[in-house]
């Protein structure tokens, strides 16, 4: 078998100058191959691309809330984006004790100020940044964990009044949601 | 030449399925020596055609939306016509799956099945693994009770772990900023697609197993064995007999204990505001579940988890003693069975809440399980002595 080739391959050499044109040749097949790689890859663009939230899950993106009737002390959970946010009106105690942590012993430290736009409302998507479970802590008679804040049940997660993670295996703090205020009682998020 | 073989012969000369099923399924080569154990490969086969076809029929009453798929799901349970029935061994028939594979992949284990020259026959069981496991996952999230819709939350968030774009792929994943309907639509379409894909693969997988033969208790080279026997009638015969005591336990499960693999909390409809206070997964996962929490680590617990699975592909350059079977590896023998005891701790430890000595007996046998591949395979496959003075001694090749 190999003897045979190398006769051909002498042949050839003799016939055609092989090395122009296998160059040539090879240049061809080489960029029709990129081409085609590069095509196909940009082809599968809007098929991955129809995964991702489509345009009426966008627009359902904006939540109101009125603060009004949120007394001092409570909580109220709205839906924003099909997930709950959490909105607690803060106590005189509970916003000292947030803003008085020391660095040093947060998992992922956050000043208290950079976590409010009015220090006495804490708004915070209420997700565990964990594995996505819904922490306890909203009602009066829940558990709020260590640190007066949220307790995750599923795998006990303990959040402070601040929402910052202080204990357990969540990596971060409870996300705060882009928001404003429209006026002195009524924000809206997204 | 009568017109009956005639035809066949038409047939055949042009696509030879005669040919096939002549080679194939009646004078295929087997070992004479195989155990029950072997039975578990073509209990699979016939679990997964009862499976796609009661999935199939369910398919034709289920709807796929928020709104509506845990009212259809009820619906199939009282209005449709032995909707029950249908629905009950659809859904034990997955907890039978995992029961079956899991003993075909420890039977495997056992008696070396995975070495030279069998590796991608085991590659793509452990592919067909992976296939069921994704499959049950997205499966259980049709109903759209609260464990399917907590379990489908808690598995997706996992990919968040992924550093730089986690939570991006989670949002492509999902479709939208939660588990909802946009999820539970793809889902049911991936429940759909992948078994015919899992058909494909065991289709290849029966290819590498009739190039490479059957592996047996002893681990001799049936290649080269004299001592083969026809598929058909021995085995035929031998795994009608297993499919008659291994569906009489199941139709025990579908008849009288429905919902014993089951978790009361799905038949409450999902509701995205209240997180069950106790979210498990199927008894299949807990294994996986066990490694997830017990380390304190995010990504590292989500690496290990699905490493605890991935680290089978590569089996076959982990041990690599020239033995087969575990009859005649005295040391191996003992820490298959370790080994064995290992899993049933990690999914005792993950059907337990994740407090107190939960966490470190989870967090040794989390060890354990992967010292078991990483150190104690290697090690054995340089040191371990061979011993044939057993009851079933003979020729090893």
Known sequence: ?190 | MERKDKLVNWIDSRLPVFTFFRDHLRDYQTPKNLNYFWNFGSILGVLLVVMIVTGLVLAMQYTPHVDMAFESVERIMRDVNYGWLLRYIHSNGASFFFIAIYIHTFRGLYYGSYKSPREVLWILGVLILVLLMVTSFVGYTLPWGQMSFWGATVITNLFSAIPFFGDEIVTLIWGGYAVDNPTLNRFYVLHFLLPFVILAVVFIHLVALHKAKSNNPLGIDSNKSKDNIPFHPYYTIKDYFGFGVFFLIFFVFVFFLPNFFGEPDNYIPANPLVTPSHIVPEWYFLPFYAILRSVPDKLIGVLLMFGAVFILFVLPWLDKHPVKSATFRPVYKQFFWLFLLDCFILGWVGSNPPTGHYIYIGRAATIFYFAFFIVILPLLTKFEKVQLDSKENRKVD
């Not at chain 1, 007394?71 to 000292?96: A, D, M, Y």
């Open chain 1, 1 to 190: 078998m190999l003897k045979k080739n190398k006769k051909r391959k002498k042949t050839n050499q003799e016939q055609i100058k092989p090395e122009l044109e296998s160059s040539r040749r090879q240049f061809l097949y080489r960029s029709t191959g990129s081409f085609v790689v590069i095509g196909a890859a940009f082809s599968a663009w809007p098929f991955v691309n129809s995964l991702a939230p489509a345009k009426d899950v966008l627009a359902d993106a904006k939540t109101e809330v009125d603060l009004s009737k949120i007394k001092r002390g409570e909580s109220v959970t709205v839906q924003w984006r099909g997930r709950p946010v959490f909105v607690r009106h803060r106590t005189e105690k509970e916003i000292l004790e947030a803003e008085q942590v020391k660095d040093s012993t947060l998992v992922n430290p956050q000043k208290d100020s950079e976590r409010v736009i009015n220090s006495e409302w804490l708004i915070v998507v209420g997700v565990c940044t964990h594995l996505g479970c819904i922490p306890l802590g909203q009602k009066k008679a829940d558990f709020k964990g260590d640190y007066g804040g949220w307790f995750c049940p599923c795998h006990g997660s303990h959040y402070d009044t601040s929402g910052r993670v202080r204990k357990g295996p969540a990596p971060d703090n409870l996300k705060v949601p882009p928001y404003e205020f429209l006026e002195r009682n009524k924000i809206v998020i997204g």
